[in-house]
């Protein structure tokens, strides 16, 4: 069983509203400025997306991923920066015709889906292998896709975080490992509690962990209620974590978290119970050294 462990933090997503919650990250003032937080409060990860900051809605603007980085960068504070790949991905079909892009659609080539990362060079981006129903929309993964953004996601000297939200997703890894589109050891996060994927339960997590190839390093997260019962769950099964507002946006039941950083506080104050501690940025690197690609 590890003792230290990665904890990374999702600091705004493009799922959760700013209706829902006022205290999500919207402009890249704010994203930069929770990412640092959640950095000092024991995170040494901050996956990011970013936003339109006029809407609040998710955006794949290349100038407000390099204000985010940009200010994290210039900060002094250490902290691994990950990108998402994942919009770009979702399909809305028509229901009149089926065949045709509704409204909600962002489906986009994979070279328009990593652009950012071959130009901000994070150390670390998502790269989701689901094709799955979420919500209203179909996100897309198709293998072709997959293949060219993992191509050009090595390129720009980043390492593929996998994103796997069923057994399937798992699968397709090792068909790519196979393959030698993917480099291993390759890191996994496993995403639970998404419908209609991995349910978030022991025994499901336990099952996803059992079919990651050996060798591989892996996290694995919660949506909603489940988030801190999962984390605990994922240390005691070897795993690194995650937590934030992307996640949930809940301290208690009916009580708002009011920042990433009192979940990223609590997440430490859990684990910490068990004996384990937060590694930092640095050690996260050295940890992360022995994934294929890697060449911080």
């Not at 700013?18 to 400025?33: F, G, K, R, S, V």
């Not at 790949?85 to 809305?92: C, E, L």
Request: charged share 20%; glycine share 8%; aromatic share 6%.
């Amino acid at each position: 069983m590890r003792r230290k462990y990665i904890l990374t933090c999702a600091v705004t997503g493009n799922i959760t509203t700013p209706e829902q919650t006022p205290y999500l990250p919207i402009t890249p003032e704010q994203i930069a400025n929770a990412a640092i937080d959640a950095a000092k409060a024991g995170a040494a990860v901050a996956h990011i997306h970013v936003r339109d900051p006029e809407t609040g809605r998710p955006s794949m603007s290349l100038d407000l991923y390099k204000d985010v980085v940009d200010r994290i960068r210039s900060s002094g504070t250490d902290v691994v920066i990950n990108l998402t790949t994942g919009p770009g991905g979702r399909f809305v079909p028509d229901r009149d015709n089926p065949r045709v892009a509704a409204a909600g659609s962002t489906l986009l080539p994979p070279d328009q889906r990593v652009a950012h990362i071959v130009a901000l060079k994070p150390e670390i981006a998502t790269l989701d292998l689901n094709t799955m129903w979420s919500g209203s929309a179909v996100v897309i993964n198709a293998p072709w896709s997959v293949t060219r953004m993992a191509e050009l996601i090595y390129s720009a000297g980043t390492i593929p975080e996998l994103e796997v939200f069923d057994s399937g997703d798992i699968a397709l890894a090792k068909h790519l490992l196979a393959e030698g589109v993917l480099k291993g050891p390759c890191l996994f996060q496993v995403c639970m509690g998404i419908r209609w994927g991995f349910d978030w339960n022991p025994e499901t997590l336990n099952y996803a962990r059992s079919i990651i190839p050996s060798g591989h390093p892996w996290a694995a997260f919660a949506i909603g209620r489940m988030e801190f019962p999962m984390l605990a769950q994922a240390w005691l099964l070897g795993g690194h974590v995650r937590v934030g507002l992307e996640d949930n946006i809940y301290l208690n039941k009916g009580e708002l978290a009011v920042s990433n950083t009192v979940l990223v506080e609590r997440a430490v104050r859990i684990l910490r119970e068990f004996g384990a501690e937060p590694m930092t940025a640095a050690e996260a690197r050295a940890e992360l050294s022995q994934v294929g690609g890697w060449s911080r």
